[in-house]
């Protein structure tokens, strides 16, 4: 097997249970394949976005986004934290995601923060159907990427995105990365999570 095929097979998630093969397929990379995004996929996540649900139907996502050799990719790309910048240039698309703060009549809109969630999951999946990884980031002076991309008032920005085509090699990546990118994924049972019939006692 070579090293690209590696990349993609290793990450495979070992469900308890079986799942839709988009979603077991589904990791965060963070080495892609040196390939521009083709423009109808870009449009293909767009749409996605679009048909997401949300709370009255109000949309509160925006998102920013620049491909690589690009001013505006590398304006994003200086917002990220050191971490993310060790890594992050791999990708040939940089994304900032965005939420409205407030409904039309002027009240908080308290489900904005979750539709934006909701909206980059469809875009997730339907990344990962065109062979598409999404690597979604904290990581990112959200105040810096206001101020450099004259965000108006109003629409707070969340996360930096980093997509690209599965397959990058792993020798883009720095040593311990290398190791993760390949190592076992690991998750909490759904019982910690779900609570039949009432609040779990478990305090984790
Ligand atoms: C909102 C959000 C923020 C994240 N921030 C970062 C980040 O700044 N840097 C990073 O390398 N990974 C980041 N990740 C990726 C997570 O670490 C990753 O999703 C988690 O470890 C599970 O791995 P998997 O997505 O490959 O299943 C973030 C993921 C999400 C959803």
């Given amino acids: 097997m070579n090293l690209e095929e590696q990349v993609k097979l290793d990450n495979i998630a070992d469900t308890d249970h079986e799942i839709f093969a988009l979603l077991k397929q589904r990791y965060s990379p963070r080495t892609f394949k040196n390939e521009k995004i083709k423009k109808r996929h870009l449009l293909q996540l767009f749409e996605a976005v679009r048909w997401s649900a949300s709370s009255n139907n109000l949309q509160p996502w925006r998102i920013i986004y620049a491909e690589k050799d690009t001013e505006a990719y590398q304006l994003i790309f200086n917002c990220l934290s050191d971490f993310n910048q060790t890594w992050a240039d791999n990708a040939p698309l940089l994304m900032l995601t965005a939420y409205k703060e407030k409904k039309d ?82 998750r909490m049972p759904y019982k910690q999570f779900a609570f039949k019939e009432a609040w779990s006692n478990n305090k984790k």
């Fill in 105 to 186: 009549n002027g009240d908080e809109n308290f489900h904005a923060l979750h539709d934006l969630g909701l909206c980059m999951g469809s875009m997730t999946v339907q990344a990962q159907y065109m062979g598409i990884g999404l690597h979604h980031m904290a990581g990112v002076n959200w105040k810096k990427a206001q101020d450099v991309f004259d965000v108006p008032n109003g629409f707070h920005i969340t996360t930096a995105v980093a997509a690209g085509y599965y397959g990058g090699k792993l020798d883009k990546l720095p040593e311990d990365l290398q190791k993760q990118e390949t190592s076992k994924r690991e």
